[in-house]
C-alpha cells in the first residue's frame, strides 16, 4: 500500500516538474527575442552584420537619440495615443448601445441589423483597402484625422458588437423589465445595470482594439499623407530602406515603440486576466 502512494508521488513530483520545465521553456522563447531586439538596438549596422546573436562590444546608445529625433517619436506616439484612446472609447460606447439594444429590445428588424452589423467579422482588411480610399477620399476626409478615426471605428464595430451582444444576452431579463417596470428609461437601464455588469467582456474588447489601433500600419499609411497625422509604426518603418536599412536605429525605434504596448500590459495585467477569463462568450 505503501509503495503504491510512493509511487502516486513520485509520479505527481514527476509531472509537476515536466510542467515546470515546459513552462521555463516557453517563457524563455517568448523572451529571448525581446531580449535581442534591445541588444541589437545598441549595436551599429556593421557590428549587426557581423554578430548578430552576441553583446555588442561597445554599446551605441546614439541609436535612441537618433531614432527619437529623426523619427519624430513625440509626435508619432502622440497621434497613436489619440487614435487609440479615441477608437477605443467609441467601439465601447457603440457596441454596448448596439448590443444592449439587440439583446434585450428585440423587434422584426434585430436579426437583420445584427447579422448586418456580425457579417463585417468576416471582411478582411484587404478586401476593402482600395473602395474604403476612394470613399474617404470622395466625400473630402482624406488626410485627415476623422478619416482616419471613422474605419478604425467601423473595422473594430463588428467584433465589439458581437461580444456585447452575446454577453448581454446572459444578463437575466428580469432585471430590465424589473426597471422598466420601475419607471427608468432605457437610457438609465444602460448606464446604471448594462454598462456595470458588462464590464468584463469591455475589457476584452478595450483590450482587442488597444493592441489593434496601436499597432495598425495599412490603413493609416494610405488615409494620410501628412507626417504629422501619422503614427508610431508608420515611424518605426521609416528606418527601413529599399536599398539599405541602418538596424541599429530601426531596432531602437522598434524597442522604443514596443515599451508602451509593454507598460499597457504590466499595469493592467490583473484587469486583462480578468478579463480574458470573464468575457469569454457563452454558447
Known amino acids: 500500500?505503501?509503495?503504491?502512494?510512493?509511487?502516486?508521488?513520485?509520479?505527481?513530483?514527476?509531472?509537476?516538474?515536466?510542467?515546470?520545465?515546459?513552462?521555463?521553456?516557453f517563457t524563455v522563447m517568448a523572451l529571448y527575442p525581446l531580449f535581442w531586439l534591445a541588444l541589437s538596438s545598441f549595436k551599429t549596422t556593421t557590428e549587426f552584420q557581423m554578430n548578430k546573436l552576441g553583446l555588442p562590444q561597445r554599446w551605441v546608445t546614439i541609436n535612441y537619440k537618433d531614432a527619437w529625433v529623426r523619427g519624430k517619436f513625440p509626435l508619432l506616439i502622440a497621434n497613436s495615443l489619440f487614435y487609440t484612446v479615441c477608437?477605443?472609447?467609441?467601439?465601447?460606447?457603440?457596441?454596448?448601445?448596439?448590443?444592449?439594444?439587440?439583446?434585450?429590445?428585440?423587434?422584426?428588424?434585430?436579426?437583420?441589423?445584427?447579422g448586418s452589423f456580425v457579417i463585417g467579422i468576416l471582411l478582411t482588411l484587404q478586401s476593402i483597402m482600395v473602395p474604403l480610399?476612394?470613399?474617404?477620399?470622395?466625400?473630402?476626409?482624406?488626410?485627415?484625422?476623422?478619416?482616419?478615426?471613422?474605419?478604425?471605428?467601423?473595422?473594430?464595430?463588428?467584433?465589439?458588437?458581437?461580444?456585447?451582444?452575446?454577453?448581454?444576452?446572459?444578463?437575466p431579463d428580469a432585471l430590465v423589465e424589473s426597471a422598466r417596470i420601475d419607471g427608468a428609461r432605457y437610457g438609465h437601464i444602460f448606464w446604471r445595470i448594462i454598462v456595470p455588469m458588462a464590464?468584463?467582456?469591455?475589457?476584452?474588447?478595450?483590450?482587442?482594439?488597444?493592441?489593434?489601433?496601436?499597432?495598425?500600419?495599412?490603413?493609416?499609411?494610405?488615409?494620410?499623407?501628412?507626417?504629422?497625422?501619422?503614427?508610431?509604426?508608420?515611424?518605426?518603418?521609416?528606418?527601413?530602406?529599399?536599398?539599405?536599412?541602418?538596424y541599429g536605429k530601426q531596432f531602437a525605434a522598434l524597442t522604443i515603440g514596443l515599451i508602451p504596448m509593454l507598460l499597457f500590459y504590466l499595469v493592467f495585467r490583473?484587469?486583462?486576466?480578468?478579463?480574458?477569463?470573464?468575457?469569454?462568450?457563452?454558447?
Do not use: C
Request: proline share 3%; net charge positive.
Open 270 to 283: 490583473k484587469e486583462i486576466t480578468k478579463g480574458v477569463a470573464a468575457g469569454a462568450v457563452k454558447g
Open 1 to 25: 500500500m505503501n509503495d503504491i502512494k510512493d509511487n502516486k508521488t513520485a509520479r505527481s513530483r514527476l509531472t509537476t516538474v515536466i510542467i515546470y520545465l515546459l513552462m521555463i521553456f
Open 133 to 171: 480610399f476612394l470613399v474617404v477620399n470622395w466625400v473630402g476626409l482624406y488626410n485627415t484625422r476623422l478619416g482616419v478615426l471613422i474605419p478604425y471605428i467601423g473595422i473594430g464595430m463588428p467584433m465589439g458588437v458581437y461580444l456585447g451582444t452575446e454577453y448581454i444576452k446572459s444578463i
Open 87 to 114: 477608437t477605443t472609447l467609441a467601439i465601447l460606447l457603440f457596441s454596448f448601445m448596439a448590443g444592449f439594444g439587440f439583446a434585450k429590445i428585440r423587434n422584426k428588424a434585430t436579426a437583420l441589423l445584427h
Open 199 to 246: 464590464a468584463p467582456v469591455g475589457m476584452t474588447v478595450a483590450i482587442l482594439t488597444v493592441t489593434g489601433t496601436w499597432n495598425e500600419f495599412m490603413l493609416i499609411n494610405i488615409l494620410t499623407s501628412s507626417d504629422g497625422l501619422k503614427s508610431l509604426p508608420v515611424g518605426v518603418q521609416k528606418f527601413a530602406g529599399a536599398l539599405s536599412t541602418d
